[in-house]
């Protein structure tokens, strides 16, 4: 039987527990992950050649995005259940304000850097500063759209939903790499950071469309009675899947990320977040070594990108291919996707021309583009409708932990020895396929109504 709640109205009840959600709101979903996904994707393929140019050691560049990983972790599960009570547009818009501001204000820092007007150590510090205004608002925005989604999703379709929306942070890793070098222009000394105003620009653009066109969700007043406890900016009736996202939230215990039956999800979602995060980190350095381009750093921009881009192609199949076409649950593609990353990386570490490194990344990207989205529905599924947005707190601050050191550890590594880097990020993987071949629920459980 499908979930129902005991304070639903009789019209919240017969309204379906989903429905799909109209194009239109989807695409602006689509796009607040989008712009984020390029905007980063961009940043992480010149920050190689930044940090080349400012002559600092790559770990150091990777250590300047620790402090924000570190907020994210915090403030994602609070921004989560702050979206229970304010609606999730609002968290959509201060996530994407949060962005914009933070890519503005690295853009100015990187700049000075360069040209020259701040040494090394504060230009990293002043980087360091202003990206975690986007640790600490812009982890308002993952949640918000991940709960708005499963919230109005059939449990046995909410994994290949949320593959869709995952599937724009490949897309965007496609779109940022790519157009990153052709924001490198000598415009008035812009240069690398290029990429940080190109796409502050179109943040705002994507803000304005958010608040313009999704209708607004904020909870008027306690969702009692017969009373629709969300209104509209013109006082249209309100969507039936808002009411009834609203009336089933009420006040959920809070979550926590030892609660037995997310535990299994949790492990899964940490240590292989830890070796996507590690893969990620070492690719654009290794681009370098094994090209020689350090000398050259400006000229690292491309090949990197284009590195990027063939995972992102490759994330893409997954998400948009492989999940859909073969119907794959959380468990499915958890266990195949971890499995597959790590052989991508065994490819990655013996690479040695720039084919066989987009080879190696782009298997390394399929394998993860698959446990994405499998932890993360295996995650939803795992607790009930009204806890879906503690639930992507609780899944972005994943997601955020990982990136807390696990980069610069994976480059640390890398920088003194191939087979460490590469090798812990191989056992990570082993260890998640093992843990999660004996713990996982079975799919047919998961997505049973």
């Not at 990153?180 to 796409?199: H, R």
């Not at 949790?266 to 996507?276: L, S, T, Y």
């Not at 698959?370 to 295996?378: D, I, M, N, Q, V």
């Not at 807390?404 to 640390?412: M, R």
Request: charged share 10%; hydrophobic share 50%; net charge positive.
């Amino acid at each position: 039987m499908a979930e129902t709640d005991p304070h639903l109205t009789p019209s919240a009840q017969k309204a379906p527990a989903t429905g799909a959600i109209p194009p239109s709101r989807m695409a602006l979903l689509f796009t607040v992950m989008l712009v984020t996904a390029a905007g980063n994707t961009a940043m992480q393929s010149v920050m190689p050649s930044i940090g080349t140019a400012l002559k600092v050691q790559d770990v150091w560049i990777s250590l300047a995005y620790s402090w924000s990983a570190l907020l994210w972790v915090v403030c994602a599960p609070f921004w989560a259940r702050r979206s229970d009570k304010r609606g999730r547009k609002a968290m959509m818009a201060l996530g994407l304000a949060g962005f914009i501001v933070s890519f503005v204000l690295c853009g100015a820092a990187l700049w000075a850097g360069l040209a020259g007007w701040m040494g090394a150590f504060w230009t990293l510090a002043a980087f360091a500063a202003a990206r975690s205004l986007y640790g600490g608002f812009g982890s308002a925005a993952p949640p918000a759209v991940q709960a708005y989604v499963a919230s109005r999703t059939p449990r046995a379709e909410r994994t290949q939903a949320l593959s869709l929306i995952a599937s724009s942070f490949g897309l965007g890793t496609v779109i940022g790499p790519a157009l990153a070098p052709l924001m490198v222009v000598p415009f008035l000394g812009i240069g690398l950071t290029g990429p940080f105003i190109a796409f502050a620009a179109i943040g705002v653009v994507a803000l304005v469309l958010l608040r313009w066109r999704l209708p607004n969700d904020e909870p008027q007043f306690a969702a009692r009675g017969d009373a629709a406890p969300y209104s509209s900016p013109s006082g249209a009736p309100s969507d039936p899947q808002d009411t009834l996202d609203a009336e089933a939230a009420g006040e959920p215990p809070r979550l926590s990320w030892r609660d037995p039956r997310l535990r299994p999800w949790v492990f899964a979602g940490f240590f292989g977040g830890h070796a996507q995060a590690m893969v990620l980190g070492i690719s654009g350095f290794l681009v370098l070594d094994r090209l020689g381009l350090r000398d050259t750093p400006t000229e690292g921009a491309g090949p990197v990108g284009l590195v990027l881009m063939s995972g992102a192609i490759a994330t893409l199949l997954a998400q948009w291919g492989l999940i859909p076409r073969f119907d794959l649950g959380p468990r499915a593609a958890t266990l195949w996707g971890i499995a597959t990353a790590a052989f991508g990386t065994m490819v990655l570490a013996v690479a040695g021309d720039l084919h066989l490194i987009a080879l190696g990344y782009a298997i390394a990207s399929l394998g993860f583009g698959l446990f994405r989205p499998g932890t993360t529905a295996g995650t939803s599924l795992a607790v009930t409708r009204a806890e879906q947005g503690q639930a992507s707190g609780i899944v972005a601050s994943l997601a955020g932990a990982s990136y807390i050191y696990a980069p610069a550890l994976g480059v640390w590594l890398y920088g003194h020895s191939n087979w460490l880097g590469f090798g812990l990020i191989v056992a990570l993987c082993a260890a998640v396929l093992l843990h999660g071949w004996t713990s996982l629920q079975a799919d047919r459980e998961l997505t049973r109504s």
